[in-house]
């Protein structure tokens, strides 16, 4: 169970990258991404960013590619924004949440009897 000190380091990460990705990055592969979570390690090494991402699975890939690519820039703007005393080295995961819920939600209409209306 992470710490209210964790919680309130990741989302003060998961804040400061919802305003720099659309700011600062200009890469045409990164398109709509939504920061969903931020898990820092207890340490304040690793920082790992659950990203959703609207579009078919070559664009998810992309926009990963792309969010990796730069992470250099979006960490030290994290550490310039957050002035901690070890800025976390990023890692970009797809966050497969909505996948898999819609994925439940048609699998529950499927097996749910049909009512007459």
Known sequence: MASERMRRVDEAVRAVLADAIPRILKDPRVG????????????????????????DPD???????????????????????????????LTFRLDETAARAARLEALIDRLSPETDA
Do not use: C, W, Y
């Open 32 to 55: 709509f991404v939504t920061i969903t979570d931020v898990n820092t390690s207890p340490d304040l090494r690793q920082a790992q960013v659950h990203v959703s991402v609207l579009g």
């Open 59 to 89: 664009a998810q890939a992309a926009a990963l590619a792309g969010l990796n690519s730069a992470h250099g820039v979006l960490q030290r703007e994290v550490g310039s924004q957050l002035h901690m005393k070890r800025t976390p080295a």
